[in-house]
């Protein structure tokens, strides 16, 4: 079974501190995936990697950075909190090819107060 | 402009009668794939179902099927015989080209199945 786990279920934050989440897949995928999802507007994308060292931006990156120095772990790093980065964060995985899926973690839910 | 519409926030379905979920895509690649994610109230999201731009049949996988009109740009999501179960949000998205990209995802729809 693939498994893609999220280091926090529930993460409680200040404004102005900076946040770690990561995300560890087991199953040797190439992609790996962050989004966040907001009632009403689906998941967007904040940043991909596809290979080690590799990144690229997704849909909304401003106030996020990522870091990926191993192929199964992917981390999204919030350099100064802020409360607009209240919300749920899921970390994804896949093999590269139009015709996989993506594997998808539990989720953090972020409140920064 | 949205690379995936699902125009149904929300939709109610009477148990064990079938309901049909929409989606409408916009691209210009000829190589794409369509999926479809369930995400129950726990939050996980689950893989259903998927359907390539190639493939010549609607996929199917047990009670959900994918009604895929390539030429309207839709892929609706048929779920038979609903069950209380089946009470999530429903997401559709696209993968579009080579596989480095990202599944970009429609807002979702959330079913309601009613007793």
């Known amino acids: 079974d693939v498994k893609v786990t999220q280091s926090s279920r529930y993460l409680v934050k200040r404004t102005g501190e900076k946040v770690f989440l990561e995300c560890v897949q087991d199953m040797d995928h190439e992609n790996m995936f962050w989004y966040r999802q907001d009632p009403g507007l689906g998941l967007r994308l904040i940043y991909f990697s596809y290979d080690v060292k590799m990144k690229e931006k997704g849909d909304i990156p401003e106030g996020y950075s990522v870091s990926r120095e191993k192929k199964e772990r992917f981390s999204l790093i919030l350099e100064s909190a802020s409360t607009n980065q209240t919300s749920m964060y899921l970390c994804?995985?896949?093999?590269?090819?139009?015709?996989?899926?993506?594997?998808f973690g539990p989720g953090t839910r972020l409140t920064v107060t | 402009a949205q690379k995936i519409t699902q125009t149904q926030p929300g939709m109610f379905v009477q148990e064990k009668e079938a309901v049909t979920l929409d989606c409408t895509y916009d691209?210009?690649?000829?190589?794409?794939?369509l999926f479809w994610y369930k995400q129950p109230s726990s939050g996980e999201m689950i893989f259903l179902i998927y359907?390539?731009?190639?493939?010549?049949q609607n996929a199917t996988e047990g009670r959900y099927s994918l009604n895929f009109q390539k030429a309207r740009k839709s892929a609706n999501l048929v779920i038979s015989a609903s069950q209380l179960g089946d009470s999530a949000m429903y997401f559709c998205a696209m993968r579009e080209g080579p596989g480095n990209t990202p599944l970009v995802f429609g807002k979702g729809t959330r079913l309601s199945v009613i007793a």
């Open positions: 359907q390539g731009s190639y493939d010549q």
């Open positions: 994804a995985s896949s093999l590269a090819g139009v015709n996989y899926e993506q594997y």
């Open positions: 691209t210009s690649d000829p190589s794409y794939g």
